[in-house]
């Protein structure tokens, strides 16, 4: 096993002709940094060309997380002092992504603990998309006042639209079994503990395909079925009746509050209470999105999504969702407009 050149909050490590990246900020869920991004598109771009490299697998560090996301705070803080990170940032994340999507070997990812936002992007453009009992996957944006991102407007395109919608709307977390009924997963990972990865990796036999190989090291061959019960079979029938990408958000929040049955009031009214603390701009802008999304490749979504991330800070949404949820922590960001009705208006 050979280290790369060292690099702060990421970790490189060559083991068994195998690029091992592991995200490395625990204390901050492994949220990612630009010099992070950065530093894995000058190590990935190395490996492409390597020829001792036969497969790269990604991971992160400590037990609580892969990767949360973006470091949103240090986005909004460089607003706030009128820097360039909010353009340098979501450029270079995307670019990441994309490279990702189209890298020329076998990529895995250990898709453990909280997997949002920023780290589904990561993990969405692997060729294997592995999951554990402590998997909560998510796209949270419109909560935080911004869109789903990351090429949202892609992967979840992959799902039936009503699904697609209530996932970029509400920001609903999915453990591993949805993942994989959703088709967000591809297999249970006989790795749940990060840290044991490079063992795993040096005892890997090489046979002839690096993919298979590689399945054959770290996928779990039994199918567990009674750590993790899937929940969206319980409610898609209310998410295929509410959630209608062709209808305004609004309309899909008035449906949900008036839910005629009583198996499915419960489940509504949570449902129709999240929606109206999200940020109203945001969640149609998501809505369209989608609709947009559908007929575009994936560069393009990017491209996409990265005019809207822009619009969402010149809003004044996204730096009023970061501050009230993760800086000043009041929880009550002051949306403009302040609600869905306000925003048909006009």
Known sequence: MSSCAPTPDVRFQLVNHVGLVTLDRPRSLNALTLGMVRAMRRQLAEWAHDDQVRAVVLAGSGPRAFCAGGDVVAVVRDV??????????????????LSLHRYPKPLAVLMHGIVMGGGMGLGQGAALRLVTPSTRMAMPETRIGLVPDVGASFFLNRLPPPVA???????????????LLLGLADAWSAVEDPDTLPAVLAAVAWQGDALTDLRRALVRPDAPRDIAEAMLPTIVPA????????RPVLDTVRALADEPHPALREWCRYTHDALRERSPRMLEAARLALLRGRTLDLAACFEMEFGLVQRAIDSGDFLAGVRAHLIDKTGQPQWQPPTLEALEQG
């Open 80 to 97: 706030e002092s009128g820097g360039t990170l909010r353009h340098d940032f979501f450029r270079e994340e995307y670019a990441l992504d």
């Open 239 to 246: 998410v295929f009746r509410h959630f209608d990408p062709q």
């Open 165 to 179: 919608l209530y996932l970029a709307l509400t920001g609903a977390t999915l453990g591993a079994a949805d993942a």
